[in-house]
């Protein structure tokens, strides 16, 4: 482990470019290793996901190797960026937390 957030997202993507480009310009303490999956294949094998699955949803690993999905890959990227913190808070009475059942 490098100590950073790391976030596997699709390159070819217009939404997702856009976000990693704005998450670059706001990553200030640089937690955030953004990785374009279509332009770096090889890091999926390293992280132990295949192409597919990473093309459906965004995927990230933390700092301790633990493997997140989805809204809780992006709730973990804002959370490691100053600026974005107030979008994280999540309520705990949204019923999209992560870890809430």
């Not at 997202?9 to 704005?22: F, I, N, P, T, V």
């Not at 709730?75 to 999209?96: D, K, T």
């Amino acid at each position: 482990m490098n100590g950073k957030y790391r976030i596997f997202y699709d390159g070819d993507s217009a939404l997702c470019a856009r976000e990693m480009q704005w998450m670059r310009k706001l990553d200030h303490t640089a937690r955030l290793e953004l990785i374009d999956i279509r332009r770096q294949p090889e890091r999926l094998e390293q992280a132990g996901l295949v192409p597919e699955a990473a093309l459906a949803r965004i995927h990230a690993c933390d700092e301790s190797g633990r493997l997140r999905t989805g809204v809780d890959a992006l709730l973990g990227m804002w959370m490691r960026c100053w600026a974005c913190m107030r979008v994280a808070v999540c309520p705990a009475w949204w019923p999209f937390c992560p870890g809430r059942r």
